[in-house]
């Protein structure tokens, strides 16, 4: 179990930075208002949490003016791709294990 837990990722502890990803990886490009509402957050709540899988390079952004108004939309990189799954693998394997016992 030791080498299970090894793999679980910590960028993707919070619930809101899973929602993100799985979002944006089932999804070519994802704009930030799609985001914000289909995860029921506020502004601040959203960008607090895009920040650190920014950092990371898991994510990439995008930001063009359509008229006078700002559009930024986000997209999974390869890496953070790789780096979900793997996360998803993690928890399964857990699970599995967890119901073998």
């Not at 650190?52 to 006078?68: M, S």
């Not at 979900?84 to 399964?92: G, V």
């Amino acid at each position: 179990m030791k080498d299970i837990l090894a793999k679980i990722n910590p960028a993707f502890d919070h619930r809101n930075r899973m929602g993100i990803m799985a979002l944006l990886v089932t999804n070519e490009m994802v704009d930030y208002n799609t985001l914000r509402n289909a995860l029921e957050l506020t502004d601040g709540n959203l960008a607090s949490h895009l920040k650190p899988l920014e950092n990371q390079g898991y994510i990439l952004f995008n930001k063009v003016f359509i008229g006078r108004r700002p559009q930024t939309t986000y997209q999974a990189t390869e890496e953070g791709r790789d780096a979900f799954h793997a996360h998803l693998d993690a928890l399964e394997q857990m699970i599995r294990v967890g119901r073998d016992d």
